[in-house]
């Protein structure tokens, strides 16, 4: 055996053995896309308002804002892309829960800091039968209660017609009692556009909030703000909603708050991130939220192995019949073939979707078109008398060009797919690039290695006797 002809054997042997080392097992380090592992298919419609106007700019800032919440979030592989000029579609495989999900990427996140000008009387709690002695009470105490809702919602149109002569002012729900509870708030004073940081944590009673930061400019404006209104009230508006309006006790400096509530651990780290990631630009409607189950995704699964097993053990039978041991070498790079393919999705991280599973069928297919090509040429040289050797290595020179044009154009048409595709078509892309590169290998390195392994042991056993 030459020297070139040992390398190359000790090439496949290197590859195969870290392929094995590094995929194995395979189950559970591939990321299976929407239509395999289930999970959320969310699709926005952008809304123009007065102060937010709607164009390519303004959804490209939306898309990027939805990005960075998804990605912190931690969902695996999202597809988050424009559709037409008002609609974003947003795929986040394996999510359980796609009301919180949509919580997170719904919701706009605006974040203020408000002077309380006036708060309305909170409304008592709502009676219960229980704690009164008989029926007549109750009335009444209901009586009274009904009259406390109505003044509180009355006091809600009153801060609106103070709220028109106050430049900047707005009137504000508060979060614990719904609707029942206004406050009259001044202009804004720190917005959240300044902030710099915000993450969940625990306030010193063990309640979760989220901490935040401002940058030099907001910090500077929560400290006037907060040294101005010494002993009076600041409140903490998201969306709209005061989530809190705290007594300022002095100065805060620093740039340094915390927004508490009644917060979830969960809840809370929905709106950091939130927070963190940035106002949405415009505002999104939800038009359509669709939930995959898994249950679709293991049929899909199993019906996409399925036909890859009858299709390549097919081609194995056909090979071995045909050209039976070199057959049998093909059908070995075959195998090296899959391996690479699974390989190669594994460290590129990429994403297996039902058209990838189409897109790696095609691959067994191309791969052994291109031992079949080989075992022509190989042919057509014995014929015109050279010796199993000879035939080989004329064999392979001849076929090696046409294998390459027909992968690299195929390869070309993988690329744009992959480039200018999206979702599902960008998978077959992936899988189908990957499968090509592993399958010219597996043809001109892998097949190679075996026939020259046996052929010139065959030969050197020949000059023995």
Known sequence: MLRRDRTRLWIVVVVVVAALAYSWPIKGKIN????????????????????????????????AILRNRVDQYGVTEPIIQKSGEDRVIIDLPGVQDPSAALDLIGKTALLEFREVLDISESPPPVPVRGNYDNDEQFVRAQERWNAAV??????GTRFAERAKDIEGAIVSSGEDEGASRFFLLSNTLVAGKDLKDAYANFDQWGQMGVSISFNDEGAQAFEEATGRLVARRLAIVLDG?????????????????????????????RLSIMLKAGALPVNVEVAENRSVGPSLGADSIRQGIQAGLIGAGLVFVFM??????????????????????????IAFNATLTLPGIAGIILTIGMA???????????????????TPLAALDAGFRKALVTILDSNITTLIAAVVLFYFGTGSVRGFGVTLSIGLVASVFSNVVVTRAILQLVMGSKQHALKQS
């Open 32 to 63: 299976l896309g929407l239509d395999l592992e289930g999970g959320a298919h969310i699709v926005l419609q952008a809304k123009e308002t007065d102060g937010n106007p709607l164009g390519d700019d303004g959804l490209d800032r939306l898309v």
């Open 150 to 155: 109505e003044n509180a919602k009355n006091a």
């Open 241 to 269: 909603v005061t989530i809190s309006a705290p007594q300022v006790q002095g100065r805060i400096a620093g740039g340094n708050a915390q927004i508490t509530g009644r917060f979830s651990q969960e809840e809370a780290t």
């Open 320 to 345: 071995l019949i045909y050209y039976r041991f070199n057959g049998l070498a093909a059908d070995i790079a075959l195998m090296v073939t899959i391996l690479l393919v699974f390989t190669g999705l």
């Open 368 to 386: 052994v078109d291109g031992n079949v090509l080989i075992y022509e040429r190989i042919k057509e040289e014995r014929r015109a008398g050279k």
